[in-house]
């Protein structure tokens, strides 16, 4: 079958180094982009199918891309727009809809996700070389075979080694983008430990965790203390303290972000023990400092892809997801994502007890997953696979719509299974009479 080719091609260019890459003249071609833009092909051929599980999520994010793409036009002329839409359009909308269209039912969701937490886990070997070896072992390997040196310089500077090891990248082009990528899985591969216990799982879930340990970036230890937030905020939401824990949760959510995103007075001790560098606070608090004024001056539009104002002083990188997109497409642009996202982890939460237990938490694992994304979002930039990998989560739960047709799969399947158990149970019962 066409998408689930797609689908497993996907995973695997997930985890094909960056130094794998094509250059047409500015644009560099991944194989992650060019199995997208396949999957945004399958998604127009099959049409009918699209609108046919189109709800209010799709156009949302459809509004999301057509005022991105406006935007860049709108900065950068129409030949330069279009080709900076068209990468967009790619990442974003192929990634949704190979999700949609292959995501269909809790088997596929699993195996798409036990398919990405298994290669997670066996990459640990090459974490741990490399973080204690300091050698980018997977990297050098890649720029022997490719001629391609494509990894920041930086990357091999003392900056990136901390408490003695280096931060790991792995087959990644930044220890953040590894980090997160785990972050996205581990609430599965803990979920599913609890829900079937196998070693095998458990050890996954172990060796995921070391391996977002061995970043030491921020962005995974944020993202499991607001999966683990989340958690809380599952189990009591359909109670009678609906109400309490949603505000409590959502309190110390901004709290977390505030304190990660300053270093004055009370939140300078906190975010010591929340990032690995706490100058790395100040440094994202100047971020949205100096780019507040591009902001306010281009609020419909943004700026596009032009650079922002900020001190000489200053790279050009944007710590933060929400404020990379208000800035570059414009506040209503940047909403419009925001609020499709909180759309999406709600419209499933509130519809998270109508699962039977052997699909219930699958949608946990989503919840907590995505819910962290958005969040983390505040503080750390989908640049690279992450982006794209972002769109494809958002997508990949819209089968948890029809929970009663999945519950009468459930129901019908565990009769079935007892029906069996009772059949073999007779046989036997025969056979030693």
């Excluded at 997208?36 to 891309?65: G, P, T």
């Excluded at 990634?95 to 996700?113: D, W």
């Excluded at 089968?399 to 059949?423: C, F, G, M, P, Y």
Aim: aromatic fraction near 16%; proline fraction near 2%; glycine fraction near 6%.
């Amino acid at each position: 079958m066409i998408i689930r080719l797609l689908a497993m091609l996907f995973v695997l260019s997930i985890f094909i180094p960056v130094e794998f890459h094509v250059l047409l003249g500015t644009l560099r071609l991944e194989s992650y982009r060019i199995v997208l833009a396949l999957a945004l092909i399958y998604a127009f051929i099959n049409l009918r199918k699209v609108l046919e599980q189109a709800d209010l999520i799709d156009i949302l994010l459809l509004s999301f891309v057509i005022l991105a793409t406006i935007s860049l036009i709108y900065n950068h002329g129409l030949k330069d727009g279009i080709e900076s839409s068209g990468i967009l359009i790619i990442e974003i909308l192929g990634a949704f809809y190979l999700a949609r269209l292959f995501i269909t039912t809790p088997k596929s969701y699993y195996q798409i996700n036990i398919w990405f937490a298994t290669i997670l886990a066996v990459l640990l070997v090459f974490s741990l070389y490399e973080a204690f070896a300091k050698h980018r072992i997977l990297h050098e390997w890649a720029k022997v075979i490719t001629g391609n040196d494509s990894l920041d310089y930086r990357l091999y500077t003392h900056y990136y080694i901390r408490l003695g090891i280096m931060r790991t990248t792995n087959l990644f082009a930044h220890p953040i983008l590894y980090g997160t990528i785990g972050a996205i899985f581990f609430p599965f591969i803990v979920l599913l430990a609890f829900y079937k216990f196998k070693l095998s799982n458990a050890l996954k879930a172990v060796a995921i965790f070391i391996g977002m340990m061995t970043t030491l970036s921020s962005a995974p230890l944020l993202s499991i203390g607001f999966q683990g937030m989340t958690a809380v905020l599952t189990k009591f939401w359909h109670g009678s303290q609906r109400f309490w824990i949603g505000f409590g949760f959502f309190a110390l959510s901004a709290m977390i972000l505030i304190n990660a995103l300053s270093n004055r007075g009370f939140f300078a001790i906190l975010i010591s023990y929340l990032t690995f560098n706490p100058v790395t606070g100040y440094y994202r608090l100047l971020q949205w400092e100096y780019s507040m004024d591009d902001i306010m001056d281009n609020p419909l539009f943004g700026i596009g892809l032009n650079d922002w104002t900020r001190p000489d002083w200053m790279n050009n990188s944007i710590d933060s997801f929400w404020l990379l997109m208000t800035m570059q497409h414009g506040i209503i642009a940047s909403f419009i994502l925001l609020f499709v996202c909180l759309y999406a982890v709600f419209h499933v939460l509130n519809r998270l007890h109508k699962h039977k237990k052997e699909s219930r938490w699958m949608v946990e694992s989503w919840i907590l997953a995505f819910m962290a994304l958005i969040l983390i979002g505040f503080t750390v930039d989908y640049f690279g696979k992450i982006q794209p990998l972002f769109f494809f989560v958002l997508g990949s739960i819209g089968w948890a719509r029809n929970h009663d047709k999945i519950n009468q799969t459930v129901e019908r399947l565990v009769r079935k299974a007892k029906t069996i158990s009772t059949s073999d149970k007779t046989m036997h019962d025969k056979g030693n009479a």
